[in-house]
């Protein structure tokens, strides 16, 4: 026979109710951590793009650049590399002409999925270290930044077909006069993809006001001297 269990050994009323008090409890807890974690989700789901995030998308779609090289001159963070870098298969070079803020922001960039499409380099921007028909797209978030630097200057390092875009209308800056880059876009033979004018701005993407494409040269033929072809 099975030992006699003794009344003693059953845990009384008021502890199975306390049991089933904390049970009740610890599912109610894990209810509201279920609930908090979904709306935490939702959240951020839904939480709204910001408008440089939406200025690199804008930009992407006005210009039909998908890849090859970009370099961003005046940046205030990297929020819109990051922005281009998302859209696109463009590998981004941000200059920040403070050392100390440069290796902050490539921190930020080393730590970010990225991280292989964007690069931030300590130096302002000086076109002479760059080979001509280099860049397919140039991004000017200030155009106070560019100093002297003509759009010539900067048409250079673009490959033909290449886009310069600024955030800020060159055409209202103090730096760059009354004329701005239009007329200088005008003598290159850029196509306006977005224009400021007197009375606003024609064409722009996002906060982009001003976006220039550089020229595809035409091809020169000349005859060939071969006497293979000769009949």
């Not at 859209?87 to 930020?108: E, F, H, I, M, N």
């Not at 397919?136 to 673009?158: A, Q, Y």
Request: net charge neutral; glycine share 8%.
């Amino acid at each position: 026979m099975p030992d006699e269990i003794e009344i003693s050994d059953w845990p009384t009323y008021r502890e199975v109710s306390a049991g089933a008090k904390r049970s009740r409890m610890t599912k109610s807890r894990l209810n509201s951590v279920g609930i908090w974690v979904a709306m935490s989700i939702a959240t951020l789901a839904t939480e709204p793009v910001s408008s440089q995030e939406k200025d690199s998308q804008a930009l992407l779609d006005k210009t039909g650049i998908k890849g090859g090289l970009c370099l961003v001159i005046g940046a205030r963070d990297t929020t819109l590399a990051t922005g281009l870098a998302e859209g696109s298969t463009l590998y981004v070079q941000v200059l920040q002409p403070d050392a100390k803020v440069a290796a902050q922001w490539g921190a930020v960039v080393a730590n970010s999925t990225n991280r292989e499409q964007i690069g931030v380099r300590a130096a302002s921007l000086d076109t002479n270290h760059y080979d001509s028909d280099l860049f397919n797209l140039i991004v000017v978030e200030d155009s106070e930044t560019l100093g002297k630097i003509k759009l010539s200057d900067l048409c250079r390092i673009l490959v033909p077909n290449g886009v310069v875009a600024f955030k800020n209308a060159p055409a209202l800056s103090a730096s760059n006069g009354p004329a701005g880059f239009g007329a200088e876009a005008k003598a290159l033979k850029m196509d306006a993809l977005a224009a400021p004018l007197r009375q606003g701005y024609a064409g722009q993407a996002g906060m982009f006001q001003a976006i220039f494409k550089k020229p595809v040269p035409p091809v020169e033929w000349k005859p060939s001297l071969s006497r293979k072809w000769s009949a």
